[in-house]
């Protein structure tokens, strides 16, 4: 009796069981998001050597998840629990400007790291050219929000509509009833962000494969013995295919029901849910990927949770820097 209620006043028609679950999934998702990205900021503030021109620009990226699961998924797990918008339309359309723009910042930022490994790794005349300093990162920076503000906040002008989506359940853009110009404007930026963050990271193992592939031929030719380095030619492919797929993943499918639904289409809202799960949980693995998967990074996280007792000991550091910039292409640099 008691269930039954429980599905007939949730608007969504949910047992309290599913409630639950969806509840405290997102709960953990918020929770690790602001744990992994909170860690990412304190190491790169805390010790010199991480303050470097990439840092600089995943540092940044950290900011948006931050952000993002602070001001905008605790919206959004209470839309969970309750299945519907419980504030003021004016609190909605501030609360779908922040997430619009958290999600652009988050974009054209990786979109920027993607562009700053590609330069290191494949472009490496240009890149003393575009990213001559750190204040150059911190200006990028900078033009990464004002374009997401700039493009996330036309709907407040007049530009389209932000209402609460019932089957995203969080408040957002109307892609049913925004203006079509404002929908095809952000659909090509988005679509170029996008293709460019996949071109980089092709090119990026493209190109260490070449290299690869002519240190072999030489060390075959002299006949000094087999070919080496066939390791880290697979861990570059690894690399890069975690990066893209990650990306694929989480913002793939909420990209494909966002325009679907401008383009009339139909999109079950179990889809819609999963979806709105993906996107934030970009937030959750971002600092895993640009982080963790990141050998410097690994080695301050360890400093940090052993409170400065962890040192290099015997660790060959030139090695590591070459093992950085060969096996992880967005990685570090001075």
Known sequence: MR?????????????????????????????????????????????????????????????????MATLNMPFWITSLFTGKWSFSQEWCEISASIHHTMVLASLLTMGLIALNRYMKVVKRSLYIKFFPTKKAAWLYCGLVWLVAVLFS??????????????????????WKEGHFSFVIL?????????????????????????????????VVQNGVGAPRFHRADIDVLKSCFTVVCFFLITWGLPGVCAFTITGGGYIPHELHK??????????????????IM?????????????????????????????????????????
């Open 186 to 218: 952000l659909a090509g930026f988005l679509s170029v962000t996008t293709f460019a963050i996949i071109y980089s990271y092709w090119k990026i193992y493209q190109t260490v494969k070449e290299s690869t592939d002519h240190v072999n031929a030489n």
């Open 274 to 291: 999963l979806s709105v799960y993906l996107l934030f949980s970009s937030s959750l693995t971002n600092p895993i990927i640009y982080g």
């Open 153 to 174: 906040t036309p709907p407040l002008y007049g530009w389209g509509k932000m209402n609460f989506d019932s089957d995203f359940l969080v408040c957002s853009f109307s």
């Open 3 to 67: 269930m039954s209620q429980t599905i007939s006043q949730d608007p969504l028609y949910r047992s309290r069981a599913e409630i639950v679950l969806e509840v405290t999934f997102a709960i953990l998702v918020c929770l690790a998001s602001v744990l992994g990205n909170v860690l990412v900021v304190y190491v790169t503030n805390k010790y010199s050597e991480m303050q470097t021109i990439t840092n600089v620009l995943i540092h940044n990226l950290a900011l948006t998840d931050i952000i």
């Open 294 to 334: 990141n050998p410097q990074f690994k080695q301050a996280f360890k400093k940090a949770f052993s409170c400065g007792r962890y040192g290099s000991g015997n660790e060959d550091q030139s090695h590591t820097r070459v093992a950085t910039v060969m096996i992880q292409p967005w990685s570090n640099d001075t």
